[in-house]
């Protein structure tokens, strides 16, 4: 069964840090693109990052460029997303996405940045 599990999303201040984690497993996620989405309420879900399948090249957002570092372990078949210096703005679920000639989807974690 091919399943995606984020974790690490939860309340921070903002300027806080987090890191998001993404499990892989029924399939082997180093042959895939894997990207992290959000989608915030009343908003449409925007690509946040991306990384290749070697781990050799990221893309980024703007609004997040600079802050986010999104990552991968193809050993433990895990992706990651470090988020600095949070804002506000920041506030949304965040799905992690596999993607080759299919995309698979995480079930979401939420991301609250407040004081």
């Known amino acids: 069964q091919v399943r995606l599990v984020e974790s690490g999303g939860g309340l921070v201040q903002p300027g806080g840090s987090l890191r998001l984690s993404c499990a892989a497993s029924?399939?082997?996620?180093?042959?895939?693109?894997m990207r992290w989405y959000r989608q915030a309420p009343g908003k449409e879900r925007e690509l946040v990052a991306t990384i290749s399948t070697t781990g050799l090249n990221t893309n980024y957002a703007d609004s997040v460029k600079g802050r986010f570092t999104i990552s991968r372990d193809n050993a433990k078949n895990t992706v990651y997303l470090q988020m600095n210096s949070l804002k506000p703005d920041d506030t949304a679920v965040y799905y992690c996405n596999g993607h080759r000639w299919v995309d698979y989807w995480g079930q979401g974690t939420q991301v609250t940045v407040s004081s």
């Open positions: 029924g399939f082997s996620a180093s042959n895939y693109v």
